[in-house]
């Protein structure tokens, strides 16, 4: 039941960039179709499962007993590059169109702070390896959820009459500030 609920308050009540801030340039900068922002979320959702376990295993046994467990935010973005040019080199031999869509924003998730964020929360509150797997694969997968709606969304109002001082990036926080809203509508989830 405890993984559950890590599960759903992850994914939806406390989502890593509709609730928490995490992750933001990517979300807005690769979210203008539906497509190229599933294909980010998919690599996101890898990253940040992978971190998690990673993380987890060096943090609980090589960290801790060693009493290096105040390098943790080095250590864990050591795993987050290694892990991210992994799937560069996989999406650029297996997926070069996607690859050539996301641009800069693929190597930008070594530097996504959401991906950091999962690993460093999974370490605060002293998850096992399980509950860390869970809460870094249910937060990607609200990251995934959030930036496909976010696409959307966008693909919907592009040809709509918006006035000029809207266009461009503020119709897009706008429409990001009312997905929030809305997704805080599933905090009553955890009652």
């Known amino acids: 039941m405890n993984l559950i609920a890590i599960a759903i308050s992850s994914c939806l009540v406390s989502n890593v960039v509709l609730s928490q801030f995490l992750g933001i340039c990517s979300f807005i900068g690769v979210s203008t179709d539906i497509k190229t922002s599933a294909g980010m979320g998919g690599a996101v959702v890898f990253v940040i499962t992978m971190a998690s376990i990673v993380a987890s295993l060096i943090y609980d046994f090589v960290l ?3 009493g290096l467990d105040y ?6 973005i ?3 590059a290694a892990l991210v040019q992994i ?3 996989f999406m650029h031999k297996c997926m070069p169109a996607l690859y050539n869509a ?3 924003y693929l190597p930008l998730i070594t530097t996504n702070c959401a991906v950091l964020g999962v690993a460093i929360t999974n370490a605060q509150n002293s998850y ?6 869970v809460n870094g ?3 990607a997968v609200g990251y995934l959820i959030a930036i496909v709606l976010l696409a959307g969304i966008r693909e919907q109002i592009v040809d709509n009459d918006i ?3 809207f266009q461009g990036a503020p119709i897009v926080i706008v429409t990001a500030a009312i997905m929030s809203i809305a997704f805080f509508g599933f905090s009553g989830l955890m009652n």
């Open 137 to 139: 694969f249910a937060t």
């Open 64 to 66: 801790i007993p060693f």
């Open 87 to 89: 799937v560069e080199m």
């Open 163 to 165: 006035p000029h001082s």
């Open 71 to 76: 390098l943790k935010t080095i250590v864990f």
């Open 128 to 133: 096992n390896f399980a509950e860390s797997v």
């Open 78 to 80: 050591l795993i987050i």
């Open 102 to 104: 996301l641009g800069i």
